[in-house]
């Protein structure tokens, strides 16, 4: 026992202390989780997924199924990226073998092979993956854990939700045990095992970062993002929890490379088996559809439309015969609960619409002007989406106030804005201002300011005689991604 005031000597209280830090190191190891019985158990139910496509020379991808050219899932590496040499080394330069027939500069038809994962959910051979992985394919193989291959059928697809259902003729085959994505937290650990860069049973761990996650194009899929390591080759592999339970599907990758870089996306087990569900009893997957294009609540936009605190999601556009308008919900109404669950960010509303029964009538509750109502929505099926498509026109009236230059819309230009659209003015010049400050851009179309809709420019430039000054006020545009609501503030 040390006494009061000693003084150790250098060299024991160096190894005092190195003591101390070695003790506190394998007792922080002592509490990680071993994942060694998991895996063992778990990995002869995953599965490589290859696939063959037949291509003409020069327009072959052959990792198809991994790139998308979209910044998020798994996509090809770049032309002299870090990824290049692996890319080439385990798919060819164009292809499996990228010479011969069919080889550069020819022009016969040749195999392009893309790679990804997946799981076997059933003994008598369902396995699901990302519909990525299989898409446009011509032939598409199952590898085993036991190294055997077999040509898988496909049952059905849901892009939107980019999974796919697929059955191989096999018998008492090894099966995942499905959890609930559900009872996920942030922090929890999670694991991936999956075939990245072509490496067969790769096993990666990590957290769950966030819960909820909405990207774009991507509306009706509530992603789990975590920290695991998830490279191309991943995409439709299982993301298991410490109970070796699937509680995801891995998916897509936030990546400037090409490669990892911390930030991967999974889609829930429960989402997804509600989507097998469907292709196995129906053929197709539908989802209940409200009618609404939805933005996020600012704290600017808030303040403009005189709520406490942002929140919901606020309508930017409702579209014409859909069961949003058959309620009676409005452009600038902010959605707060929908069926009796409270929504604080828009994007949590999507995917609780897109699980509602067809036909079911369900109460939504709406801030209208301040004010709280409840409306009651029957819910429709969602049906195909269309882009919005604008064009510029000519005629020009200049708004100093604003700092833009307007003009009237041409009829060319109504008939191929978005059906039901009326009124309306085309930006067609940002100046330093306070449009600009705003987010306006050249080519919007300012379709509501002040919660009053513009008809022509004329009535735009009477309007915004009116407008408070240092106050802020919402404007409603439209733009190439759809309407989109901004805060304006005019300076005194």
Not at 145 to 154: I, K, M, P, S
Not at 296 to 307: G, N, P
Request: proline fraction near 6%.
């Amino acid at each position: 026992m040390l006494g009061k005031g000693l003084k150790l000597r250098p060299r024991v209280a160096i190894s005092v202390w190195a003591f101390a830090a070695f003790w506190l190191v394998s007792a922080q190891a002592g509490d990680l989780p071993d994942f060694t019985k998991l895996v063992e158990k778990n990995a002869p139910a995953v599965v490589n997924i290859s696939t063959v496509q037949k291509s003409v020379s020069g327009n072959s991808n052959p990792h198809r199924g991994e790139g998308r050219d979209r910044p998020r899932r798994g996509p090809e590496a770049p032309d002299g990226g870090p990824l290049d040499d692996w890319f080439k080394r385990f798919f060819g330069e164009e292809g499996e073998g990228g010479g011969g027939p069919g080889g550069p500069g020819g022009g016969d038809p040749r195999e392009a092979r893309s790679l990804g994962s997946g799981f076997v959910l059933s003994e008598d051979g369902y396995v699901l993956t990302n519909n990525h992985v299989i898409a446009d394919a011509d032939k598409i193989i199952v590898r085993l854990n036991d190294r055997r291959e077999l040509e898988a059928e496909v049952i059905g697809v849901d892009e939107r939700s980019d999974l796919a259902l697929l059955h191989v003729k096999a018998t008492k085959l090894p099966v995942v045990k499905i959890g609930q994505s559900r009872d996920l937290k942030p922090g929890e650990w999670v694991l991936a095992i999956g075939s990245p860069f072509g490496f067969d049973y790769s096993v990666t761990a990590g957290i769950v970062s966030a819960l909820g996650r909405s990207l774009p194009r991507e509306n009706y899929v509530p992603f789990i993002q975590t920290d695991v390591a998830i490279n191309p080759g991943n995409s439709g592999g299982p993301l298991f929890n410490l109970k070796g339970e699937v509680i995801g599907i891995n998916s897509q990758i936030y990546s400037r490379t090409g490669g990892y870089m911390g930030v991967s996306f999974a889609i829930p087990i429960d989402m997804a088996m509600n989507v097998v569900d469907q292709i196995k009893s129906k053929g197709r997957v539908t989802r209940g559809w409200l009618g609404v294009l939805i933005q996020d609540v600012t704290r600017e936009l808030a303040e403009s439309f005189k709520m406490d605190r942002p929140q919901g999601a606020l309508v930017a556009k409702v579209l014409p015969n859909s069961p949003g308008e058959k309620a009676g919900i409005q452009v600038g109404d902010v959605i707060v609960k929908f069926n009796g669950v409270d929504i604080v960010d828009s994007s949590e509303l999507p995917p609780l619409v897109g699980v509602t029964t067809i036909d079911k009538k369900v109460p939504v509750d709406i801030i209208r002007g301040g004010k709280s109502e409840r409306l009651s929505v029957v819910i429709g099926e969602l049906p195909p989406e269309d882009d919005i498509k604008l064009s510029s026109g000519s005629g020009t009236v200049e708004d100093d106030r604003l700092g833009i230059v307007v003009a009237d819309l041409t009829a060319e230009m109504r008939q191929r804005m978005e059906q039901g659209t009326e009124g309306g003015v085309l930006v067609q010049q940002v100046n330093n201002g306070a449009a600009a400050k705003a987010g306006v851009r050249r080519g919007d179309v300012i379709m509501m300011i002040n919660n009053e809709n513009i008809t022509d420019a004329k009535q735009y430039k009477n309007l915004i005689k009116k407008l408070p000054t240092d106050k802020s006020i919402p404007i409603l545009i439209h733009r190439r991604g759809g309407p989109v609501f901004l805060a304006l503030k005019i300076p005194k």
